[in-house]
């Protein structure tokens, strides 16, 4: 899959690595700047993780999980600025 073309296509996945990509963010504070429902947010999380755009830094929290960008996510943010 093509990882750039997968964040494209969701305006809400594009937010998310915008808003982690200033700092390390827990899901309540991204759903807090989005103004979106936590559900949604964490279902995005989940599936940027599975596809090796963010990375959880403490997993094993059960609370204030706290997510970064990877390589990978560092990358289609700087293509996605370029367009």
Do not use: H
Request: aromatic content about 4%; some cysteine.
């Amino acid at each position: 899959m093509n990882a750039f073309g997968y964040v494209k296509r969701s305006k809400n996945r594009q937010k998310i690595i915008r808003i982690i990509a200033t700092s390390r963010k827990t899901p309540s504070d991204i759903t807090e700047i989005m103004d979106a429902r936590f559900s949604l947010v964490s279902s995005i999380l989940s599936d940027l993780k599975n596809n090796g755009i963010v990375v959880c830094l403490n997993e094993e929290d059960k609370t204030g999980r706290l997510y970064v960008l990877t390589d990978l996510g560092l990358e289609i943010l700087s293509e996605l600025d370029q367009q």
